[in-house]
């Protein structure tokens, strides 16, 4: 199993472009997350979805969309990047509803800079 | 308005002590807490976790405490060693029902040689 694999690992950007941030996960996992983090600050959840087709939104989910149209996929899409969105994203699955056996996996992380 | 806080952005200590990591929530409906572990470049990793239906686990070196009533907990780690440094996050969820988890800022855990 690969685990949660996300691409690109760094990009670059200029105001105003757009970009999507794959996710993928082979572990058939119905949660997915999307996690951003900025320097000193912990991991802000953006959106998230627990179910192909099925998604909702996290604590800072303005200037972002996603879609989930099967279970393994998971893209981030950024429409009008702003320099407030330089972080390092995250993403995140976990097989269902949270239980004690369970936790998240989390992707590698894209480190996203909007100039 | 944190949730979930850590209140030491840094710690350092001596290859072969202890380390005591802190976190403290204020939402009483969390009843599950994890720490995860994350080094530079990567992403976080599970490290343990605990229920409110306990006061402490332990695994290995790692242990952590849960005192519910002063809704806080503690991440010890005995003895430390130099590949222990970190950034260690807690995170607090409710089981069976929220999908959500809220992370505190880290604590940067350094262990010198």
């Known amino acids: 199993n690969a685990g949660v694999t996300q691409t690109p690992k760094f990009r670059i950007l200029k105001i105003g472009q757009s970009m999507t941030l794959q996710c993928t996960q082979d572990?058939?996992?119905?949660?997915m997350y999307w996690y951003r983090q900025d320097p000193g600050m912990g991991l802000k959840l953006i959106y998230y979805?627990?179910?192909?087709?099925?998604?909702d939104k996290g604590e800072v989910p303005n200037g972002y969309n996603v879609s989930r149209s099967t279970t393994e996929d998971f893209p981030l899409r950024l429409e009008l990047a702003a320099p407030s969105q330089t972080s390092v994203y995250f993403c995140?699955?976990?097989?269902?509803?949270?239980?004690?056996?369970?936790?998240?996996?989390f992707g590698p992380g894209t480190r996203l800079t909007v100039l | 308005d944190q949730q979930v806080k850590q209140n030491s952005p840094s710690l350092s200590v001596q290859e072969g002590r202890i380390s005591i990591l802190n976190c403290d929530y204020t939402?009483?409906?969390?009843?599950?807490f994890l720490w995860y572990k994350k080094y530079p470049a990567e992403g976080p990793t599970f490290l343990i976790s605990?229920?409110?239906?306990?006061d402490k686990n332990e695994d290995g070196r790692f242990t952590v405490f849960l005192n519910k009533s002063a809704k806080h907990l503690s991440l010890h780690i005995v003895p430390s060693q130099p590949g222990d440094s970190a950034v260690y996050f807690c995170?607090?969820?409710?089981?069976?029902?929220?999908?959500?988890?809220?992370f505190g800022k880290g604590t940067k855990l350094t262990v010198n040689p």
């Open positions: 995140a699955s976990i097989s269902h509803y949270f239980r004690s056996t369970d936790t998240q996996y």
């Open positions: 572990m058939n996992h119905n949660y």
């Open positions: 979805s627990v179910g192909a087709g099925i998604t």
């Open positions: 939402n009483s409906m969390f009843d599950y």
């Open positions: 605990i229920s409110s239906i306990k």
């Open positions: 995170a607090a969820g409710a089981q069976g029902g929220s999908e959500k988890l809220v």
